[in-house]
């Protein structure tokens, strides 16, 4: 097996992974990283170095205020709440809201029905209404409103 070695420790490694490895362990990677990061930040580029330009030091931004918590400020955070929630339920559709719970008791109410009443179904020559029947998926005609 060949052995490697660590570009930060010097120390000789068995490398874990197939391609070349350049440090014994991800603390070492990180550590030469950091390295790296801090020689690279305190020493100039070589455009400054070639053209001699002093690097231009950026003034200090003033630290913002933070914003303390008032009265007007909790008045137009409700009305703009308001009035959002308002446009929303005035541009939303009745067949776009969202379901309530008793929009689901209705619901389970009705599929507990054995008998629904088929509205695209014609009725019979006698009269007779078609009923689906859910225990036997079966229809059913019926003269009698069916609503068990």
Known sequence: MR??????????????????????CNSCRS???NAKKSKQSKLPTKKIEENNVPPT???EQPKTKIEAVSIPGVINAGLGTLIAD???????????????????????KHLTK?????????????????????????????FLPLDN
């Open 86 to 108: 308002g446009i929303k339920s005035f541009a939303t559709k009745d067949i776009n809201l969202p379901a309530t719970k008793g929009d689901l008791e209705l619901l389970a």
């Open 57 to 59: 030091v950026k003034p």
């Open 31 to 33: 550590k030469a990283h």
């Open 114 to 142: 054995r008998y629904h009443k088929i509205l695209n179904h014609p009725p019979r020559q006698d009269g007779a209404l078609p009923y689906f029947d859910l225990h036997t998926n079966t229809i059913k005609y019926s």
């Open 3 to 24: 052995y490697y070695t660590c570009n930060y420790c010097y120390k000789e490694f068995e490398p874990t992974r197939r391609r070349v490895q350049k440090f014994c």
